[in-house]
């Protein structure tokens, strides 16, 4: 902790870079989750495919998926942008699906039957009702997101993986310790900030 005692404005920096990193990648994998996860609720068949291709990307081991991105987009935050952003499908594309699949299948039928198009229903019924859901994926990627996001200090980035990583170059345990404890600190607060926008959605 007297790294963190020491030198607030440096840990306060990195935990900023740290968030934009992980609310970024979130975004943009929401963007791609979110048809993923409609299609396999639409389609069973096509979605056990679908979700179970990106189960088994899920289990590879975060360091060998982000040496293969580090071939191909370089050091930096590139390549730490793009794991997170196919980690996250998994946990996002699953609850997806699952929100919609839940939807009362009367209210669908009503919507319907109000002349609404399909596209309409999805957004002014299914997707609206499956948020409770939805949100509690989001916590969870995030949360996962933002222990992965650490490995960012290793291939060049930014973030918190700075301090565990050059602390772990200079036998610094100092160091160490204050990104470890700043990244679970801030995995902590997105953890209880998400379960009260859930519980929010779900009134």
Known sequence: MSYLAGHPLRVLALTGQHVELVALSLAVALLVAVPIGVAAARRPRLGSWLLGGLAAIYTIPSLALLAVFVQLFGLGNGAIFVALVVYAQFMLARNVAAGIRGVDAAQVDAARGLGMSPALVLARVELPL???????????????????????????????GVLIFTGLTLHNDAMIVAGSVAASLLAVAADALLRLAERAVRV
Request: zero cysteines; proline letters at 3%; glycine letters at 22%.
């Open 130 to 160: 499956a948020l409770p859901v939805i949100v509690g994926g989001i916590r969870v990627a995030a949360v996962a997101s933002i222990a992965i996001a650490t490995l960012a200090g290793y291939v060049g980035g930014g973030g918190l």
